[in-house]
């Protein structure tokens, strides 16, 4: 496991408090090619802010949480932002609005992103913005849980049920489109089906996943 980065960057005209961004770095392609435009677009963030980069050795498959969990180890902010490699962030001000709603009283914001697979904005699933209480709460993440497609989804479910949350047009993310997805363990997809199933059908109703 090795983490990059740590360092504070400001931007010109910057005020409030800091954010922690953590951005997970697999080990395949495209994510070690798009990660450079990701970071590129957040250094434009009218936000203060330090950028944590999580990297995984080649394994045989990735281990999500565990790099969220070691990010979150070594992170200062009281505000911190799990930012998957493959976003970007065409609009400078998108992190100070999160940032804004948890000031109004929010525990985690959750951004949205155009699916290319629905064609319609959803919740980005994997991406929370929270008060940093907020996982002390809850706990670090399961780290059995192996790959990338459904292994944050227990702390979304968590999210659902234990705090108050945003998720709304007004804050939108982009995403790179990418093919890499990693090896799925049989007994993660197993396990993780359900949890799926259920939290997927709560934002069906609530209007954050296409119908």
Same mark, same amino acid.
């Given at each position: 496991m090795e983490v990059e980065g740590g360092g504070v960057e400001g931007h010109e005209g910057t005020t409030g408090e800091m954010i922690s961004i953590i951005i997970p770095l697999m080990p395949i392609e495209p994510y070690d090619r798009v990660v450079k435009n990701c970071v590129e677009s957040i250094n434009k963030q009218n936000v203060n802010k330090e950028v944590i980069i999580v990297q995984q050795a080649i394994e045989r498959y990735i281990l999500k949480n565990k790099l969220l969990n070691e990010g979150f180890k070594r992170s200062k902010g009281d505000t911190v932002f799990f930012c998957d490699a493959d976003m970007t962030f065409d609009d400078p001000s998108v992190l100070g609005k999160m940032q804004a709603k948890l000031d109004e009283g929010y525990d985690v914001v959750f951004p949205k992103f155009m699916s +290319?697979?629905? #064609?319609?904005? $959803?919740?980005?699933? /994997?991406?929370?913005?929270?008060?940093?209480?907020?996982?002390?709460?809850?706990?670090?993440?399961?780290?059995?849980?192996?790959?990338?497609s459904w292994v944050t989804f227990p702390f979304l479910? +968590?999210?659902? #049920?234990?705090? $108050?949350?945003?998720? /709304?047009?007004?804050?939108?993310?982009?995403?790179?489109?990418?093919?890499?997805?990693g090896k799925r363990n049989g007994q993660t997809a197993s396990y993780m089906r359900p949890v799926f199933k259920r939290t997927v059908k709560r934002l069906k109703k609530e209007g954050l996943w296409p119908a």
């Open positions: +290319w697979q629905y #064609e319609q904005l $959803k919740i980005a699933d /994997g991406a929370p913005c929270f008060k940093r209480n907020v996982m002390l709460k809850h706990g670090v993440l399961n780290t059995g849980l192996k790959g990338i479910e +968590w999210c659902l #049920e234990n705090t $108050k949350y945003y998720c /709304g047009d007004d804050i939108v993310v982009g995403h790179q489109r990418v093919s890499g997805k």
